[in-house]
């Protein structure tokens, strides 16, 4: 069979509707069809085919993709980036009173700070991330699994976080950072799996099925950045939400007061007795994510087709395939020269909007001493910003017909200015540079403004640039190239905080992340990246036909 069989006379228009013409293919080729329809589709001289496995999108199967991101982003924007790390530090804050030196907890003989001991936490999780995301993703992209595992992952992550609210004793604080470690592996994996629905969801559609073969790949960017954008913002809209919540319990559920060290570099600790224990309200919050994340899901759950890949291959199990899969991935990957340039530059802007995000939240309790409702209005913020940065930046792209990629670099540009901005604070005399309490909301909104567009528009060519058939392996590697980027600056801030006391400095690293990946966005061509990765599945196939 040629490529020029599975083409656009396979597919027909039947009352409005697009049908796959089945009558006059075998069995035998029908199963081979079935296999590669989605899979060498990006290819703008390849029409894509629509059967049972493949149905053409449908409004209700978008939205249960799109509540999904309201599902998962309250974990990001209330707990990973807003109170877990300071519900950890708290708890490991209160054991460290009874230490000996007041100042540290000990793990493995390695004494910590309470801050250090948060950001190592996140640097552990994100580590097991690269070594499990590696090895496993690949497996996925077989049979029914994307799926299986989105659901999965999903709701063990779920109840997890909502376990945080039995952690009632402070010396517990070596579970609550475990249990940060396991819901942050989880929610990682959740995230690959539902971002791998997106490149079939969109050849799925109806705009694209029924754009002429010179246009499809246009609009096959313009569906993605509508769907990726609608996403983000049904994401942000549930972090918005569920943070207006929270904030209030923040603010009214009160502590006992708790004795606690104030401990910095180069002076002697000093007791604070006057102060309440903000842990309770945190981990009600946690109780409250985890309910959101899991009861959302059911909307996935029931809405998204399986949109199935092919069948394991005859003798292998999952892990066998995946394993193979990545060995493949590796021998072959020069094959992928635009590509592999686009995610080392996300791994480095990544690195810097994650860092400005995790780090953000310590350095506001830690070096500037914001009560717990300063913190929540602050974490309202940045996704209200979010949500309609996503809608404005997308409406500026739309009018002005500006590239996707040229997109990513001017709002990267724009997310430059905050660790700029807060070098400021190196000069003793400026009395701005995240010196004051007023500047953490307009930091946070420019923040939010940015960083949702941003996380978009990155979505969209990586999509394209993802080769068909192996979306959850290379979704893995995208989340593991975020992810993998986010333990290096939270390890260096670990290790500044332990010499200087101060987590300012980690400005200094963020501005690096920013400017290097500018420069090699200019390098990357989507348009031959496209037709590489489709040369790179038939590779890995053995030749698709």
């Not at 085919?49 to 999904?68: A, C, F, I, M, Q």
């Not at 907890?105 to 070594?131: D, E, F, N």
């Not at 109806?206 to 990726?228: C, I, Q, T, W």
């Not at 913190?375 to 910003?385: K, R």
Request: net charge negative; proline share 4%; aromatic share 14%.
């Amino acid at each position: 069979m040629s490529s020029d069989d599975v083409g656009l006379d396979q597919v027909s228009i039947e009352s409005g509707s697009y049908k796959s013409y089945n009558e006059d293919i075998s069995d035998s080729e029908q199963a081979t069809l079935s296999d590669v329809a989605f899979a060498a589709d990006v290819d703008p001289s390849i029409a894509p085919v629509v059967n049972k496995d493949h149905p053409e999108l449908t409004n209700r199967e978008s939205w249960g993709w799109y509540l999904y991101d309201g599902a998962n982003s309250v974990y990001s924007s209330v707990a990973i980036s807003g109170y877990l790390p300071v519900l950890v530090a708290d708890m490991a804050k209160y054991a460290a009173a009874d230490s000996e030196d007041h100042c540290k907890v000990y793990i493995g003989g390695i004494g910590l700070r309470p801050a250090a001991y948060a950001s190592a936490v996140i640097s552990i999780s994100v580590v097991l991330q690269t070594l499990l995301f590696i090895l496993t993703t690949a497996m996925a992209d077989y049979g029914n699994l994307r799926k299986r595992m989105l659901i999965g992952t999903a709701f063990a992550g779920s109840l997890l976080t909502a376990a945080y609210i039995f952690l009632s004793d402070y010396k517990a604080y070596w579970l609550s950072g475990l249990l940060l470690i396991v819901t942050n592996v989880l929610f990682g994996y959740s995230v690959i799996f539902y971002n791998a629905f997106l490149p079939q969801l969109v050849r799925s559609s109806k705009e694209y099925l029924s754009a002429p073969r010179s246009e499809r790949l246009k609009v096959f960017d313009e569906v993605g950045n509508h769907m990726s954008t609608r996403g983000f913002m049904v994401g942000y809209a549930g972090a918005v939400f569920l943070l207006i919540v929270t904030v209030p319990i923040v603010f009214l559920v009160q502590g006992e007061v708790r004795p606690f060290w104030e401990c910095k570099v180069g002076t002697d600790p000093v007791l604070i007795v006057d102060k309440t224990d903000a842990t309770f309200a945190y981990r009600i919050t946690a109780l409250l994510t985890g309910i959101w994340w899991f009861a959302f899901t059911w909307f996935t759950y029931f809405w998204v087709q399986p949109r199935p890949g092919p069948a394991l291959p005859a003798g292998q199990n999952y892990i066998t395939v995946s394993l193979k899969s990545v060995a493949e991935t590796v021998r072959h990957v020069k094959k992928l020269p635009n590509t592999m340039l686009f995610l080392v530059a996300y791994f480095l802007f990544s690195d810097g909007y994650t860092t400005v995000s995790s780090v953000g939240v310590l350095f506001a309790t830690e070096e500037m001493n914001v009560k717990s409702y300063v913190l929540g209005i602050m974490l309202v913020v940045v996704p209200f910003a979010a949500l309609i940065g996503n809608w404005v930046w997308l409406k500026i792209k739309n009018r002005f017909e500006i590239e996707t990629k040229k997109m990513i670099m001017f709002t990267i540009l724009c997310m430059l200015t905050l660790p700029i901005y807060a070098c400021l604070g190196f000069i003793e005399s400026s009395p701005t540079g995240l010196k004051q309490v007023w500047e953490l909301s307009v930091f946070a909104a420019w923040y939010g403004f940015n960083v949702g567009a941003i996380q978009s528009f990155t979505r969209t060519p990586y999509m394209a640039l993802t080769p068909p058939g192996h979306e959850s392996e290379f979704f893995g590697l995208f989340e593991l190239t975020d992810k993998g980027s986010s333990w290096i600056v939270p390890a260096v801030v670990s290790l500044l905080v332990q010499a200087t006391g101060s987590l300012r400095y980690g400005n200094i690293w963020l501005i690096i992340s920013f400017i290097i990946p500018l420069i090699m966005l200019v390098f990357v061509n989507v348009d031959k990246g496209v037709n590489d990765a489709k040369h790179f599945a038939d590779i890995k196939s053995g030749g698709y036909p």
